[in-house]
């Protein structure tokens, strides 16, 4: 089993900026694809920014040119630097992960490619 632990969140002004962490820990000696998704009451999680361990990444638009995703595969930790934060990124923010990547999973990121989730860290733009 896979646990991961997010951390970072908090509250910011418009423009502000927030690091997310999520660390990975128990069985994680394969964990190719690593995500980070975000919802708020009501509506549908939805995908923000993916990273398979090649480094390949995916990004919502809304989050392009904004948010950058990164991991440390030797250190299990996943990262989304968010900059030029916004109300509309109000939200719960979720890490996601699966063993392995779906063949064309850079096309839309989808909560049903991920079987291991954090419990999420709340971000607040004010």
């Known amino acids: 089993h896979v646990q991961l632990v997010e951390s970072g969140g908090g509250s910011v002004e418009a423009g502000g900026s927030l690091r997310l962490s999520c660390a990975a820990s128990?069985?994680?000696?394969?964990?190719?694809?690593m995500a980070w998704f975000r919802q708020v009451p009501g509506k549908t999680r939805e995908g923000v920014a993916g990273i398979e361990v090649d480094g390949t990444t995916k990004y919502a638009d809304s989050a392009k040119g904004r948010f950058t995703v990164s991991r440390d595969n030797a250190k299990n930790i996943l990262y989304l630097q968010m900059e030029s934060l916004l109300p509309d990124d109000t939200a719960t923010y979720y890490c996601?992960?699966?063993?392995?990547?779906?063949?064309?999973?850079?096309?839309?990121?989808?909560?049903?490619?991920?079987?291991?989730w954090g419990q999420g860290t709340q971000v607040s733009v004010s």
């Open positions: 128990g069985a994680t000696e394969r964990l190719d694809l």
């Open positions: 996601a992960a699966n063993r392995v990547a779906r063949v064309g999973w850079y096309f839309r990121l989808l909560a049903a490619d991920f079987t291991y």
